[in-house]
């Protein structure tokens, strides 16, 4: 079946504008997680769904990140007024029960955002 | 914060030798994962040991788990020049609740020379 999908694939934006990620998880997936990887680093973990829900949001950087997911399934990852160091590469996760992290996740392509 | 270390950052190996990759972590775990990344893309999972297990296979991949050492080893043996990737750890930590992040560690570069 198909596996999780980002768009876009890449985004180069100028300092100060919004940007929106989408990311699609695996169907029946409840679990969904938003990562972000810096240039030669590891992952980072910005946000947790289960379901429509965020648990855990500690890992947002600041307050011009924000998340929604809507129906269970689609999110979408929000960043306001960008800065040159947000640029990185975003990866969406999901997994099948609620208690994510215990199970595989699966890893969507990513979106490579640049800010100019 | 960084949970999981890996060592070495980087590895360069002939093809069909065997790879060892280490990782180290501080807190209690619920289990440990590792990944594996091509081209700075998405991550693909490669194994899953459960924090009352000390060894599992899959395939080429043997992974060990300590946690009295808090550590974790990812053997690749018969290494191809497919396995040039970049592996990480990922510990899911021991909560009762609904944490569901993995915490990643900075990866190991693994480089098989054909």
Redesign the interface.
């Known amino acids: 079946g198909a596996g999780?999908s980002q768009s876009p694939s890449n985004k180069v934006t100028e300092k100060g504008k919004d940007v929106e990620l989408r990311c699609d998880p695996i169907s029946g997936h409840t679990?969904l997680?938003w990562?972000r990887?810096s240039?030669g680093?590891?992952?980072?973990?910005l946000i947790?769904f289960?379901g429509n829900s965020a648990?855990?949001k500690s890992?947002l950087p600041s307050d011009r990140f924000s998340a929604e997911r809507t129906g269970g399934s689609v999110s979408t990852l929000t960043i306001q007024r960008t800065q040159q160091e947000d640029s990185a590469?975003y990866?969406c996760?999901s997994?099948l029960f609620?208690?994510?992290?215990?199970?595989?996740?699966?890893?969507?392509?990513?979106t490579r955002l640049t800010v100019t | 914060s960084q949970q999981g270390e890996e060592d070495p950052q980087a590895l360069s190996i002939q093809e069909g030798e065997n790879a060892t990759m280490n990782c180290s972590y501080k807190t209690s775990i619920n289990n440990l994962q590792w990944y594996r990344q091509n081209s700075g893309r998405g991550l693909v999972h490669l194994i899953l040991i459960r924090s009352n297990e000390r060894e599992k296979h899959s395939g080429r991949l043997r992974v060990t788990l300590d946690t009295s050492k808090k550590s974790s080893s990812l053997l690749i043996t018969a290494s191809r020049a497919a396995d040039t990737a970049s592996y990480f750890c990922a510990t899911a930590r021991d909560y009762g609740g609904s944490q569901g992040n993995l915490i990643f560690g900075k990866g190991t570069k693994l480089s098989v020379k054909p």
């Open positions: 999780v679990a997680y990562y990887q240039l680093q590891g992952l980072e973990f947790y289960q648990p855990d890992g590469v990866l996760a997994s609620s208690g994510g992290a215990s199970y595989e996740q699966y890893f969507g392509p990513g």
